[in-house]
Each structure stands twice: as structure tokens, then as C-alpha cells.
């Protein structure tokens, strides 16, 4: 059961998930697939993914993710955060399958809530967010970067990026859409979301779907001189900036937030969805074996 | 008389264009200005567009697409659609100016609900579309080719493809515009839009109207490498991503659609837009001479 | 005091600008920050900046912009509006600092309502406009610039052009952001627009916040070579094709333009912007001693 819907369980009252979180650290030991490392000097957090071995983004992942976002949140001495992995060749690969096959419509509810929340608080965030991608990153690990002010991506043409969900014979909802027009713009959309396109390091820079393109052993430092650059803007300017921008799509998001999960539940919960996600698990489980 | 306008005449409970074709094909002859051959092995129907000399879109060559395109919609061995022209050097001259000059009311409001049927049915189609442009490819030609999920062009300088309406002194409608503008962008249809620019290959394929250009005699071969590479994807969700992605656009015109009717009549029956026509055609006729 | 505020106090029923003034040009001497030279057979009017020391559009600046506009507008011999620079070095310097520090909310209100007309003029306009652009050309300058239907720059790598609101601790209004990104994408705007930046020539060019650079002089040759291009199609078909692009951008600031001015009111009156407007006053006052 994910930390934050067994917290809310058990303090009712709770609205906000970090005062959750305050109050039930000390009952429990943080299961840490998340690991954040603060510079208070320089302002900057880097968020690293540590949830082997691929950095699925599970209910217990995103749960995690969305509390340690709102904690930096209320951090006033962190301006700057910097997404990256620490699982070697997979930056993330994207929302959690066994999360949504085999499971009731509950929990398919709860753990699109949980993903339509970490959307909403990465595309809104206050500081200024750079995604480091130091491995493959297709689907929900892509959403993630996208939803970042600057991407920097290392140059290892192993790594790939994009929203491939046709491929896997399921469809990217309208906000996965919306960030990647926003990205690369509405034609590239049509192409790169009907094929379900993972593009190469050189092809995503050319996309635009990465901003940038450095040899693996500089993606960090390129990220720390992205976000010197971008922390050269006064806060509040850069901040409502921002928030002017990303308005209209995360308003498209809030307008329709349960209905959109209705539709995904309904969705998921299709027979031949559920037998394509099993069929694409085992081919996963032979390919390991 | 157009076939479809002939036959709701004759069956005014029906409300399936295919439904009325099924019904009159015992009782005519079809005119054949557009032929289709299907390979039902690979799944993919090609639509030849052989309305001589210039494939010009009467209402009577609109509404045999409509019903073309019907019938393969409901044909479930038909997961692909490839458009190309079987006259020499044009793909489609576009809109028909004798259906839009010199007559009545009537005829202009009937002329303009086919067009508006033939664009919703093309951008909404659920089969693969590609546009092999072997030709000119102007205005409503333009069109056909824009609602394709690819354009594959043969490198011709003769062939060029745009939306050129303000040359002829008349006004591409919304829809138009909003297919141009999901194409290549806002700023770039300013530009296409206002100057009624027709672009040779290599500048349409830099601005975007077009995917691939390929030399003459591989335009064929190209488009069909292409589908095959759009039918590798699983037909739901492709389907489901190209509806969420042109909704918006779709819903534009279906919302207004009997005003744009109207705006069209009123628009083309005036008089200096008469008047402008009218000295289009002289100087085509004394082109001809 | 602005020449047509007065001129709304003296004659508090007149509606048009241009009918004040015509009133008011018998009572006082134009002071002719603004100055108009048209050529009638060309049918080409050019607009010279000349409001030294950086053509700052203060109230005074943006009201004979604004009266000017709406002459042209109404000569029906003047087809092409071109925009250029007599101060050397600098085409606008943008909105006039001094008109946004140390009032009252009524001059605040009072001079945004004149900036969104401006606007509102230009991005309107029926006539073909074309921005020569030759010289530093930030935020308000760009602003103007873009507006335009076409933007040529001198190739000095001291001229550049942007945006840069964000530097200054301020916010450009949703209207500038809707401007940009009709302009440049929406994804290069995020970058921009947070940033703040300023692109020298070759860059602008990259990004297409201009459509040409060329040597600097040949800036004006090139601005009337773009202009004929222009004007050879039919003015009806133009304008209508420009009205039916920019109308959605228009719509929303008379949406919500009195909800824009208070924003704007409430926003520069807080403490905190006037300290940073004093801060960077000061700063160019030590600069150009």
C-alpha cells in the first residue's frame, strides 16, 4: 500500500501529504526510492531515482515523489531542483505496468490520482526544474522530463526518450498529449505520438523533445550551468512567468480530473487491454530470463 | 445533379451516404472519377483520384469521395488509405470554380456542406492516410493532402503545393486555415496564408507542408513504406491518439458548420468576388488557347 | 499630460482618437515624437520613431503612435505601413519606465489602456506592416516589431530583440506571451520569456523573432523589396485571411481588458516592483554618467 493513501487512512483529517508525511516519519522508516540531496549554498536540490531496477513509477514511487515535491516546495532556500537516476542505463521507465493489470478499479483509481498529482505539481512547480536524463527514458519517465523547465540529456545512443504508449497498444491521455504539443509542437505530435516514437539522443535534440546534448560524463555539470542560468532571474518574475504559460493546460487537467480517471479505469479495465498488458509483461519476463 | 444530392432526392429517409449508394448503384452507372484497388492481403486501399484534365473538385467528384471513402471505412479489411492522381502532373486543382461561379444560392450551399462532409470525413478517418503527391497540389488539393497522417511528395520543381487562395482574390475559411496551422505551425501559416504561397518541393518539405520528398518514379514505393511503418502500430490505439489529437480542430467546424455554409454563400455571390472569378477563368480559357 | 487625454478632457464625447485630434491640431503644435512620410503612388507610408535619446513609448509616445495609426488607417491611398528608427542605434526601448514608477494608479491605468490600444491598432492593422528593425529593439520595441507582418534586422551584432521583462523583475501580460508564441512556438517562448533574453541578429533569425537579417544598410531597400511582395495580393483576400488568423488573439485581451489594466495597476504599484523600478533606474542613471 503506497505510504500517502495508508497515511491518509490513518489521519483522516490530513490535507496536505507533506503534513502527512511530518507526522508519520516517525511511526515508520521512509522506503527512500527517492533520495533528495539539498546545496542549501546554491539553492539547488537534486532529486535522484533510486527504485531498481528500472525506476518504474509505482504508486509507492510517485507517492514519493509527490511528497518530497511539496517539501521543497515549502523549502524557501531551494530555488532550483534537478531530476536524475541513480539506476544505471534507465533515467525511468515510465508508469508501473503492474499497477495497472490484474488489479481492481480502486486501485486503478488511486494510482491515477497519484500520477495525475505528480503531473500537476511537476508541470506547476515553483522552482526552476532540470531533468538530467542519464538513461532510457520512454512514457511516464519522459512525462516527467517534459515536464521540466530544461532538458539535458547524455549522449549514449542506448538512451531513448519518447511517448511510445501505442506501441504498447495503449494511449497516452490528453495531458501526456498536451505537454508533448507543448514540447515539440503539433505535427511532430501527430507523428511521434501515433507511432509511439523513442528517438535517439541526436534525433530528440533535433525534435526538440531535449533541449540539449552533452557526452555522458558531463550530463550534470551541463545541468548545474543550465540552472546557474536560469537562477540568474529574479524568482518571482521567472515564477509567475511560468505560471502564466502552463496555466491553460493545467487547466484543461483540473477541469476534467475525474472524469479523466473515470476514463482511465474504464480503459485499463478492457479485456483486450488487459490481455495485451499481459502479453508485453511475459515478453518483458522471457526477455529477462 | 451530384450522385449523392440525386439519390437523398430519391431516398429522403436515407441518412448513410453508403447506405444510398448501396441502394442506387443497382439503378445507374458509377462515373468513375475515382477508382479504388484494394490489397486485401496487405490491408491498404488506393484512392486514384482520375477526374481529367486537372482532378478538379467538383461536387460531383466530392461526393464520389464521400462515398469512397464510406465504403472503406465499413470495410474491415481496409486498415490503410493512399491518395494519389492518375492524371499526368496534378494531384487536385482543388475547389471547382464552375460550382463556384455563376451560380445560385442553392447550389453553392450544397457545394459547400460536401466540401465541409469530405474534410470531416478525411481528417477523422480512422484508417492510415497518405498523400503520394505526384502533381500540382494547390488549395483544396492542398487540403486533401494536409488532412493525410503523411505526405510523401515526388521531386518535381514543376509540382508545387499551398494554400493559394488570396491570389485568386478569395478567402480560405477556418478550417482551412486551422489544418494549415496544425501542419506547420501558427507563424509559417501567417506567412503561406496572407502571400497564397505555393512551395516546390525542397521548400515544402523545409517549411513542413510535406514529410518526404523522394524522386518521381519512387513516390509509389515510398508511400507504401510508409504505410507499412504506420501499420505496425496497433489500429486502437493509433486510432484513439489521431481522434484525441484532432478533436479540437474537428469540433471547430462541427460547432459552426451551418454558419460557415452561409458565410461561404454570402462571401461568394458577391458581386466583385463574381467578378474576380470571372477573370480567373477568362485567363485560364485564353491560357488554354 | 498625453496629447489625447487632454484632448478626452476638452471634448469628453468624442469617441475616435483621430477625431480628437483633428479637433485639437487647430488649438497646439504637434510635438511630433512621431513622424509619418508617405509615398502615394507606392502607396507605402513609413512611421519614423524620432523620440530621443531610445524612442521610449511613454504616454505621450504611445498616444501619437495610436493617432497616427488611425489616420493611416482611414487614408485609403496607403496600403503598407513600414516601421523604422531615426534615433541612432535604438529602435524602441520599449515601455517608458517613468510612466510605470512613482504615479498614481490613475496614470498607471490610465497609460496601460493606451499600450493594449496600441496593440490592439497594430495587431489589426488592415495594412501590410513591415518592422525594419535598426537598432536595440527590447520588450516594448520587440512587442511593436512583432505585431507587424513582417520583421527585417540589421545585421549588428549590437542590435538584439526580445522580450527580457524578466530581467528587469517584471512580468510581460498575457497579451506580449500570446504575441511571442504566435511568433515563435509556444516551447521556445517558455525559454524566452522566463530568460528573458535578448537574441542578437543570427540568433533572432534562428529562433524567428525576425523573418531577415541583411547588412545594415541595406535594411530599408529590403523592408520596401518585402512590402511590394506583399501588396501584390489583392487587399481583401489579405486582410480578411489576417483579421481570421489574429481575431483569437485579439478576442482575448477585449475579453478581459479592464481585468488586464487593474492587474497591471495592482501589480506595479506593489512595494516590491517600485523598489526593483528604482533599483534599475538608478543603475542607467550611474551608466550614463
Not at 496536505?16 to 515508520?28: D, F, H, I, K, P
Not at 524568482?235 to 482511465?264: C, G, Y
Not at 479505469?265 to 508485453?280: C, E, N
Amino acid at each position: 500500500m503506497a505510504l500517502a493513501s495508508r497515511a491518509r487512512a490513518l489521519l483522516p483529517g490530513a490535507r496536505s501529504w507533506g503534513a502527512v508525511l511530518a507526522r508519520v516519519t516517525a511511526q515508520r522508516a521512509m522506503s527512500h526510492r527517492v533520495v533528495v540531496e539539498t546545496d542549501a549554498a546554491a539553492g539547488v536540490a537534486v532529486m535522484k531515482f533510486r527504485n531498481p531496477p528500472v525506476n518504474s513509477l509505482s504508486l509507492e514511487m510517485v507517492t514519493e515523489l509527490v511528497i518530497n515535491l511539496e517539501k521543497l516546495e515549502n523549502d524557501k532556500t531551494v530555488r532550483g531542483l534537478i531530476f536524475t537516476s541513480e539506476s544505471p542505463g534507465v533515467f525511468s521507465s515510465g508508469l508501473n505496468l503492474l499497477d495497472m493489470y490484474g488489479r481492481n478499479p480502486a486501485h486503478y483509481a488511486e494510482y491515477w490520482k497519484a500520477v495525475q498529482e505528480l503531473w500537476l505539481r511537476l508541470y506547476q512547480c515553483p522552482m526552476v526544474t532540470v531533468a538530467t536524463i542519464n538513461g532510457a527514458c520512454p512514457a511516464g519517465g519522459c512525462l516527467i522530463s517534459m515536464t521540466c523547465d530544461y532538458r539535458v540529456m547524455a549522449d549514449n545512443p542506448k538512451y531513448t526518450i519518447g511517448l511510445n504508449e501505442t506501441q504498447l497498444g495503449i494511449v497516452a491521455p490528453f495531458w501526456f498529449k498536451d505537454t508533448l504539443v507543448n514540447t515539440i509542437g503539433y505535427r511532430a505530435s501527430e507523428i511521434s505520438l501515433q507511432l509511439g516514437l523513442l528517438y535517439p539522443p541526436a534525433e530528440a535534440l533535433r525534435v526538440g523533445i531535449v533541449d540539449k546534448v552533452v557526452p555522458e560524463d558531463q550530463v550534470h555539470s551541463a545541468a548545474l550551468a543550465v540552472m546557474a542560468q536560469w537562477l540568474a532571474i529574479p524568482d518571482h518574475a521567472r515564477q509567475l512567468t511560468k505560471a502564466m504559460l502552463r496555466k491553460p493546460t493545467v487547466d484543461n487537467l483540473v477541469r476534467q480530473r475525474d472524469a479523466d480517471i473515470q476514463q482511465f479505469v474504464s480503459f485499463i479495465s478492457r479485456d483486450s487491454i488487459q490481455k495485451g498488458l499481459q502479453m508485453y509483461l511475459q515478453m518483458l519476463k522471457q526477455k529477462k530470463a
